[in-house]
């Protein structure tokens, strides 16, 4: 008999999401470049489900059932290209390509058109939740044609992850869809990993906590409204004790943290679309700074404030309504993105959908989608996340201790970056007269760029080298 469906690449995630598919009752088909990969596999976990394991890619193809669904999880870039010309040639129209390595959306897109003309569906697909997530459910992103998903859906959604017994799976929209709401995701979790790396520094150094205690205000965090799996880990990350000091495991991990790309790819997507996602922002730059060692060196004796570290009675509370308040503006700036990003191609993509598969088996996953779906339930339309109800009330509440953070990250010298850009977007986004004003009257002055007028329709010019006078452009 035949495979339903065939996994190439059977690095972590590939033989992670074979074994799930087969664990769930499909008959898969295995195939890697190395054939060894292939062989290990169905040695070890062979009796967990029917594995077909292929030598060659004819013999791959030859092992699935038509229409073919074909996944490739192979590194992503030039290796990807590189697999599907091998085996788009063995493949017949109707056929399926599914793209579940962390692709460019830009990629997907050319990939896409590509096999289309062929007559194949090519379907990126945002896959998330890492070596773990793939195992036992993932939150699964798919772009690419209705047809495909009708075809490819239902099992996708089989191995997903569940939430309330709903998939963390949907069809997210045409060609590239799937892998830009993948790459919004990594974006937002850059963004939630920083907010929470400056609510550890502020606890330590401006509360005086040790990691261990403030392990016990994380996890009491995650029984309230920012329970999530990054407030979990955080905990456990903060509790471990390194085995061969006896140090604090935080203390002895190098500071420098290193990133694989997909947030710079959000920062550097939203720049083309014009979309303000100062939160990502800061925490791509972060990453970036913490890494230039030798900056840091000729810096570190630059003159800080003079004030000591001292408990503060009430900190640990302000901290996390700071978080809470600043995790909303990044989704807030995520969703921005996501909604732009599907005006700007085409692609009709629900937002409350995308905030339901993301309460699972994602690395963002959080009880706080919830409210997210919620808000787009109430209003697909609605311009912000921030003007919600819910969460402008919850966010108003948390203004003042959010304020009480910034101003004391800023006396103390602590760099809060992610706290303050977001402070900053709220206060932006409410102000009713932004100084862009000036930004306009200086552009006029210096480039003749012109400015509109709040009580005129038109775009004008001061004659500035002249008499002053104003013209119409
Ligand atoms: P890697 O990204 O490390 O890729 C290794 C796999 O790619 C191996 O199976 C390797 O085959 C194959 N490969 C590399 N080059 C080629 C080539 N030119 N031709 C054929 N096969 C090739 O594997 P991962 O499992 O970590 O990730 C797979 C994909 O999933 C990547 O795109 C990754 O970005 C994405 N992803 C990873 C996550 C993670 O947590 N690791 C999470 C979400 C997505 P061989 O054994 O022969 O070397």
């Not at 493949?91 to 962390?102: K, S, T």
């Not at 979990?232 to 006896?246: F, N, P």
């Not at 760099?415 to 977007?425: E, N, R, V």
Request: charged share 25%.
């Amino acid at each position: 008999s035949k495979a339903r469906i065939g996994v190439t690449g059977l690095a972590v995630m590939g033989r992670n999401l074979a074994r799930n598919l087969a664990r769930h009752g499909h008959p898969v088909a295995v195939h890697n470049r190395t054939a060894a990969r292939t062989k290990a596999l169905v040695e070890e976990f062979g009796d967990e489900g029917t594995f077909i394991p292929a030598e060659t890619p004819e013999q791959f193809v030859a092992s699935l059932e038509r229409p073919r669904r074909l996944v490739i999880m192979v590194k992503a870039g030039a290796p990807t290209d590189a697999v599907i010309e091998e085996f788009a040639p063995l493949l017949e129209p109707g056929d399926m390509i599914v793209d579940g390595g962390n692709a460019h959306f830009a990629d997907t897109r050319r990939r896409e058109a590509a096999l289309r003309e062929r007559g194949l569906h090519f379907v990126g697909t945002g896959i998330s939740g890492g070596e773990e997530g793939a195992l036992h459910g993932p939150s699964i992103m798919p772009g690419g044609s209705a047809e495909s998903y009708e075809a490819l859906g239902p099992l996708l959604e089989d191995i997903a992850a569940k939430v309330d017994g709903t998939p963390c799976c949907v069809h997210v929209g045409p060609d590239g869809a799937g892998h830009f709401v993948k790459m919004v995701h990594n974006g937002i979790e850059y963004a939630d990993m920083q907010l929470i790396a400056e609510s550890y520094d502020l606890l330590r150094h401006a509360a005086g906590l040790s990691p261990a205690e403030i392990a016990e205000v994380f996890r009491t965090w995650n029984t309230g409204r920012l329970e999530s799996y990054l407030i979990e880990i955080t905990a456990e990350v903060l509790a471990h004790t390194d085995a061969a000091t006896g140090r604090p495991f935080v203390d002895v991990v190098l500071d420098q943290a290193e990133q694989k790309g997909t947030g710079r790819w959000t920062v550097q997507t939203a720049l083309d679309l014009g979309v303000p996602v100062s939160g990502i922002a800061e925490a791509v730059f972060a990453r970036s700074v913490s890494g230039h060692a030798g900056l840091r060196r000729a810096a570190r004796n630059l003159p800080g404030p003079k004030n000591d570290v001292r408990y503060l009675s009430g900190f640990a509370d302000d901290v996390e309504q700071a978080l809470y308040a600043s995790k909303v503006v990044a989704y807030a700036q995520g969703f921005h993105q996501i909604q732009a990003g599907s005006e700007e191609y085409g692609w009709n993509i629900d937002l409350g959908q995308m905030a339901t598969i993301w309460r699972g088996g994602c690395i963002i996953r959080a009880r706080f989608l919830d409210r997210i779906r919620a808000a787009y339930e109430a209003d697909p339309r609605t311009p912000t996340l921030l003007t919600d109800d819910h969460f402008a009330e919850a966010v108003g509440a948390a203004q003042d201790a959010w304020r009480r953070v910034v101003t004391t990250a800023a006396q103390l010298g602590i760099p809060a970056p992610g706290f303050s850009s977001a402070l900053a977007y709220y206060d932006s986004l409410r102000a009713e007269r932004l100084p862009a004003a000036l930004t306009q009257g200086q552009r006029d002055f210096f480039g003749a760029h012109t400015y509109r007028r709040v009580d005129r329709d038109g775009s004008f010019h001061t004659l500035w080298g002249g008499d002053r006078s104003e013209v119409e452009a």
